[in-house]
């Protein structure tokens, strides 16, 4: 029970707003899997979820959920469950009963939509909670009766609007792994909505980066952090890494040195960027840069939780930050070789945004 | 980035029940207790000289107490027409409640969810009846009322209902600024159609606000003499008509003061009832509160 969603050049503009919500975001999300839409707060990311949903009409463009324009179906009619960010659960019925409300309002008995709910309580480690009161619940718990609510209305797609931030760090996780219990029991394509790279690095098969109503990138995990499309993607994912200079013949040339680049990466100016997680840095030395390294100088260390953060300075001021391992440290001032993995290093388009 | 969060997850705050901040304790527990019962003694003694008059066949100057105790004001009361008075009161009062809370309601959320132009304009409108003196109104009302030949009780309701509006109005006000939409839209997504989210969701959550408009409503028409007077044109006689016409006159003490009694005791049981609709199996404040969030 897992649907297609397609969005096609959608976008949406509100009221008299000067500032479009969206413009020409298009994004395909197959049956079955889970993206994280991302961006920073206003970015739309809410408002593609709302779209989706029926909660608010497209300016422009088209929604498809399984290959069919759903325009001008109605909300209740899309087969798309919601959990927002506050667990919205209704206060005037009980746990059970707020799970029973989709099966209720479709028109099943009392007894026949309480039975059902029960079999999606259990689904979220609450079965023995059907019979408390909604204000009896901790946040952590009354998230998971919001998405126990949403499952058993059986969406073929399940949308997620921020609905872990609320909660601390600890509940965070477990609903991470309830996420994907849910996933392997019953399947929902779904869209998460988050501002958080962790969260959607963890949940997520594919993250869609957002920014001022702009689809700037929608792509797996890993090709995020490591292949961004552009500087912005590349910040947006927590990149710190950026040194302009130009491709020759599949090195790229700058004031810290030549690195060597993954075949097929055309000539021109661009700018290099790679995670300051896939740096090597080596202990203090004297000797000549490696094959697909440089050679600079420590100017400052720092903690980054277990890690340190070492920050290399070259000629011309130009800063890579790289983050040892867990327990190792350098000196300041100290010469190292950073290794460069072409794996790691990617070059982007130089973007006239300063940073 | 998020306030400090408690082990259930939830934010806590001063004031939220359970708090220690508003336990109170010592020197403030006796002002407490101390000014509850004065305000009660404030309300309650007025009630004392009528208790005692109902029941009064004979009090004469300078006796403390009646000379002689009875039950003639109640066959007096009754004599002048006070049951069906009684009947007339109450059905008017229900029926001015009846179309004046869902009006208020409906008024209500489309001034709070901003689907009326001009929203303060128009919230300024609403209060006018309740500005203007009732006396100036009603006349001029009564002229349109006589030559637009609506019959007299239909123009009472008309212009009862006018008067309720802005009390039932504001009430359901305060209670759509603290309801959040989205309730009605998570609703929705779970495929209730429109009459399930107004009837499943949006009603109960309301509804203790609904009753206090309904109650306000009410009393509009309960209270209600000089309307009556003018617009009813003595066709419809109400509690507060018969009361005011029996006081006029002379040696209606015991019957005027079992006619007030009678007058405090619907209201009364009202205000239970509506006390009762709005208590919740379980403190609601902690979902009842607004939330301000993105839309977007």
Redesign the interface.
């Known amino acids: 029970m897992s649907a297609d969603v397609t969005l096609h050049a959608v976008s949406k503009t509100f009221g008299t707003a000067r500032a479009p919500a969206l413009t020409g975001v298009s994004l395909q999300v197959s049956a079955g899997s889970c993206t994280a839409i991302l961006g920073p707060s206003g970015s739309g990311k809410s408002t593609i979820l709302r779209v989706i949903a029926g909660l608010d009409e497209v300016s422009g463009g088209l929604v498809l959920i399984d290959g069919a324009d759903v325009a001008g179906v109605a909300a209740e009619k899309r087969g798309v469950g919601m959990v927002f960010q506050r667990p919205l659960l209704f206060p005037h019925l009980s746990v059970l009963d707020n799970v029973a409300f989709s099966q209720r309002v479709g028109g099943a008995s009392r007894t026949e939509s309480r039975r059902h709910a029960r079999h999606f309580l259990d689904l979220v480690q609450l079965g023995d909670f059907g019979a408390r009161s909604v204000q009896a619940l901790s946040g952590g718990q009354e998230q998971r009766v919001a998405i126990a609510r949403a499952l058993a209305a059986a969406p073929g797609v399940l949308l997620l609007d921020e609905p872990f931030s609320a909660l601390d760090p600890a509940l965070r996780e477990d609903m991470h792994e309830l996420l994907d219990d849910i996933r392997q029991a019953v399947s929902p394509t779904i869209i998460l909505v988050t501002h958080d790279r962790d969260e959607a690095a963890a949940v997520a098969d594919q993250i869609a980066v957002l920014q001022g109503g702009d689809l700037l990138q929608h792509d797996t995990v890993d090709r995020l952090y490591n292949r961004p499309d552009s500087l912005r993607v590349s910040r947006l994912m927590g990149g710190l890494n950026e040194v302009a200079g130009v491709v020759e013949a599949g090195v790229h040339v700058s004031p810290i040195g030549r690195v060597p680049l993954s075949a097929g990466t055309p000539d021109g100016p661009g700018v290099l960027v790679i995670r300051h997680e896939a740096i090597e840095v080596s202990p203090c030395t004297e000797a000549e840069a490696p094959r697909s390294g440089v050679i600079g100088h420590v100017s400052r260390v720092r903690r980054y939780g277990p890690r340190r953060m070492v920050s290399v300075t070259f000629g011309d001021g130009v800063v890579l930050q790289a983050a040892l391992p867990p327990g190792e440290a350098v000196r300041d001032g100290c010469r190292v070789a950073l290794t460069l993995p072409p794996a790691a290093v990617c070059v982007v388009p130089l973007s006239a945004a300063p940073r | 980035m998020?306030p400090p969060?408690a082990?259930?997850?939830?934010m806590r705050l001063p004031g939220d029940p359970g708090s220690t901040l508003t336990l109170s304790r010592g020197s403030g527990r006796l002002v407490r207790v101390v000014s509850t019962v004065l305000i009660a003694g404030w309300f309650l003694l007025p009630l004392a000289p009528l208790m005692v008059w109902a029941f009064a066949n004979q009090w004469s100057f300078p006796a403390l107490l009646p000379t002689e105790w009875g039950f003639e004001g109640l066959g007096s009361a009754i004599g002048q027409g006070a049951l069906p008075a009684l009947g007339a009161s109450l059905t008017l009062s229900l029926v001015v409640a009846a179309i004046a809370t869902p009006i208020g309601a409906m008024a209500a959320r489309a001034l709070t969810f901003g689907a009326v132009p001009w929203p303060r304009t128009v919230s300024v409108a609403l209060l006018a009846p309740i500005a203007l003196p009732p006396f100036a109104a009603v006349m001029g009302l009564n002229v349109l009322i006589l030559r637009a030949s609506i019959p007299p009780a239909a123009g009472l309701v008309l212009v009862l209902v006018v008067m309720a509006i802005p009390y039932t109005t504001f009430t359901m006000r305060v209670a759509y600024a603290a309801h959040?939409i989205?309730?009605e839209?998570?609703?929705?997504?779970?495929?209730?159609?429109r009459w399930?989210v107004l009837w499943?969701?949006q009603l109960?959550?309301v509804?203790p606000a609904l009753a206090r408009a309904a109650f306000l409503a009410f009393l509009v028409g309960w209270s209600d003499y000089v309307v009556t007077v003018v617009v009813g044109g003595g066709e419809i006689v109400t509690l507060p008509l018969v009361t005011a016409s029996l006081a006029a006159g002379i040696g209606n003490d015991a019957a005027v003061a079992i006619l007030s009694l009678s007058a405090i005791v619907p209201p009364l049981a009202l205000l239970a009832l509506a006390g009762l609709a709005g208590r919740?199996?379980?403190?609601?404040s902690?979902?009842?509160a607004p939330?301000i969030?993105?839309?977007?």
């Open positions: 998020t969060v082990r259930t997850g939830r959040d989205r309730y839209e998570e609703a929705r997504i779970l495929g209730a159609s399930s499943r969701v109960p959550l509804a919740r199996p379980d403190r609601a902690s979902s009842a939330s969030g993105e839309r977007r």
